[in-house]
């Protein structure tokens, strides 16, 4: 009897407990048996499974986590990361787990492709061109990275000014850089026909290209087979725009709103951003704003989202809720030069001039390509009275567009500011040397430099005064060379550096002005607050204000080698760039991890400072005192090169890994 008794009674137990799991839903169970076994690296993983089905990625990157600190090797935590932050648009994140894949799987190519998209997210094409080749390296007909490596190349050629080379591999132009993107997008659509993705690429392509026409009708193909394709329709809307055609435009930003995909289950995150895009193009900024946070109530941390919704709130003339929401959006993704962007016009609009250039500033080292950045920049210096700084700014967008009219006006407008005060530095610089004995007051202060001191050489304030008097005159390569003299006798005057971008600037020589103001602004801050330390009474003009300054007036001794600049169109041997470190004798500090960092950039390939400042995220002027330091322990070569454009001669600095010196160091 005792033995069926106990038979009924484990019975009952199990349709208890059967009972009591019928009650509860996936995830409270998931939740009741975590609690009991914490560390159990399965469980973990399949809540996050579930999750990301229900499209909760945010919770789901917390189970992936958890999984991935209990057993670090797990591969499919690591991956379900890299999708689900993917996913939410935290895009630096997904890259740092495709990253620990990589090291475990560094053949695989869809790892690489991945990888690839998500620099495409980030507007970094260079990078994401990179990734897609080293997965059609390992798999030459992989469709999806040929399409992936046409939108990559499509980017560049956006970034590239039109007539104008490229720092990247083999220099070349914006229109050939987009017809190597078409022969991805022809090469896809040779493999598989009915690639609907690649075929809306290639349309939007032909638009940017002019080709409004052909662009539109291969679109239109694209989105017959494929009606979810929003973002090439978005680029149809454009070129409708372009043509004058602004009915049919709205007709097509119609279209993406009011479009209800068929199929089980809710609209893709994806769609719905583009459903937004389109509703604020036509207005509909309302209807925007709803849709983005749809958006954000299942995705909080999608970073296009939050920019969405910063733009539109700007447009609904509520700046201060804008600005918290792309705070919210960098906190996701700090280095988003957008978002940077249109912090900074909002805090521009507000008034709020001194953070506005602080934000204009992290979207140009964001994104240095970005000419909107560095006009907007430049906009903001000049309203504070900071006109060097802004010339630089405008220097920097006639880089990236010498046709910019916006940059072309203002450039003008701080030069003839600049240009009234020499007059008045003239005669203070005239007086002082006169006052001294330098220059006899009998020659009026026009003819040559005489007197006793030049038996012993120029002095600094016979240079400097010599510089300003042949700049005034507009013999500016002669200006240029005096104050290269002024500098091998005194190179911690800053001013000088200034003087030097200034007739640069008028040469039209406008990359070595840049690294000159660069090396300027860098050895201002290097002074105790902010000021150098100077002697002597020689004034010359500064820029802010209409005010002058001091500059040095005792020549000092230095072991430095004389600082040449090529006269135009010659390449300028290694002494010649800007910042080069003097031979002190002492030995080389050794190199730290962000050096370790630059080198590890350089591994792969040969690449400009700009390349490597980007991928560091600092400034040219940060990084430049690094690379020379490894030049000088011999762990990086210096390739010179000189590309020749319209407007003037653009110096080109290469960078390379000394491959012994390099593996010697055993990073």
């Not at 897609?132 to 980017?155: M, Q, T």
């Not at 769609?271 to 036509?282: F, H, P, R």
């Not at 135009?568 to 470190?581: D, Y």
Request: hydrophobic share 35%; aromatic share 8%.
């Amino acid at each position: 009897m005792v033995v069926p008794i106990i038979c009924i009674l484990r019975m009952s137990v199990r349709e208890v407990r059967k009972q009591d799991l019928r009650k509860k839903t996936p995830l409270e169970w998931y939740r009741a048996e975590l609690i009991k076994k914490p560390r159990d690296v399965g469980l973990w993983y399949a809540k996050g499974a579930l999750l990301t089905k229900q499209g909760d990625h945010a919770d789901a990157i917390e189970c992936f986590k958890k999984v991935t600190e209990y057993d670090p090797d797990h591969y499919k935590g690591w991956s379900a990361q890299a999708s689900a932050y993917y996913r939410i648009g935290d895009f630096d994140k997904s890259i740092e787990a495709l990253d620990i894949l990589l090291d475990m799987d560094e053949e695989n190519e869809t790892l690489w492709y991945q990888k690839g998209e998500a620099f495409l997210k980030q507007g970094k094409y260079i990078e994401a061109n990179a990734c897609y080749e080293k997965a059609l390296d390992l798999e030459p007909n992989y469709v999806d990275a040929w399409c992936g490596k046409g939108n990559a190349l499509k980017g560049i050629g956006k970034e590239t000014p039109e007539g104008k080379e490229t720092d990247e591999g083999e220099g070349s132009s914006r229109n050939d850089t987009f017809n190597n993107a078409m022969d991805c997008f022809k090469r896809v659509l040779d493999l598989h026909p009915d690639h609907y993705e690649a075929m809306g690429s290639k349309g939007s392509l032909l638009c940017e290209m002019g080709e409004l026409t052909k662009g539109i009708e291969e679109i239109d193909r694209a989105v017959q087979g494929n009606p979810t394709l929003y973002e090439p329709m978005l680029h149809k809307a454009k070129a409708l725009e372009l043509q004058g055609m602004k009915n049919e435009a709205v007709l097509t930003y119609k279209e993406i709103v009011e479009h209800k995909p068929t199929g089980p289950g809710p609209s893709s995150v994806e769609n719905l951003y583009w459903k937004g895009v389109a509703a604020g193009e036509i207005g509909q900024n309302q209807s925007a704003l709803d849709t983005f946070n749809r958006i954000l109530v299942r995705n909080p941390r999608h970073v296009n989202a939050l920019v969405g919704k910063g733009s539109v709130l700007s447009q609904m003339r509520n700046p201060e809720q804008a600005l918290e929401v792309y705070d919210k959006a960098l906190a996701v993704s700090p280095n988003q030069g957008l978002v940077w962007y249109q912090k900074a016009n909002t805090e521009r609009d507000l008034g709020r001039l001194n953070e506005a250039l602080v934000s204009y500033g992290k979207a140009t080292t964001a994104e240095p390509h970005m000419k909107e950045a560095w006009y907007g920049r430049g906009l903001v210096n000049y309203a504070v009275e900071n006109l060097r700084e802004s010339l630089r700014d405008f220097l920097e967008v006639l880089e990236k567009d010498p046709s910019h009219m916006g940059a072309n006006k203002m450039k003008s407008a701080i030069e003839t500011r600049l240009n009234e005060q020499v007059d008045g530095a003239l005669e203070v610089s005239l007086k002082t040397l006169e006052r001294k004995g330098i220059i006899p007051t009998s020659t009026g202060g026009r003819g040559v430099i005489v007197g006793s001191s030049m038996s012993q050489g120029p002095t600094k304030e016979e240079l400097v005064y010599n510089g300003i008097r042949l700049f005034s005159q507009e013999r500016y390569q002669e200006a240029l060379e005096s104050f290269n003299q002024a500098i091998e006798l005194d190179d911690q005057d800053y001013t000088l550096f200034e003087w030097m971008g200034d007739t640069l600037a008028k040469l039209v020589r406008y990359s070595e002005a840049i690294e000159w103001y660069d090396r300027a602004i860098k050895l201002k801050h290097s002074k105790k607050g902010g000021k150098p330390k100077v002697s002597g009474e020689l004034q010359i003009p500064q820029i802010h204000g209409g005010q002058t300054g001091p500059i040095g007036g005792q020549v000092q001794t230095h072991t430095a080698q004389p600082r040449t600049i090529a006269a135009k169109g010659e390449s300028p041997g290694p002494r010649g760039l800007p910042g080069q470190p003097e031979a002190t004798g002492k030995s080389v500090r050794d190199i730290d991890d962000r050096d370790k960092a630059i080198l590890g950039s350089l591994i792969e390939a040969p690449r400009t400072l700009q390349q490597i400042a980007g991928q560091q995220h600092a400034r040219r002027a940060t990084i430049y005192p690094r690379i020379e330091g490894l030049i000088e322990r011999g762990c990086l070569e210096r390739l010179w090169k000189i590309v020749t454009l319209e407007r003037g001669t653009r110096r080109i600095c290469l960078y390379k890994i000394v491959e012994h010196a390099y593996e010697g160091l055993d990073i």
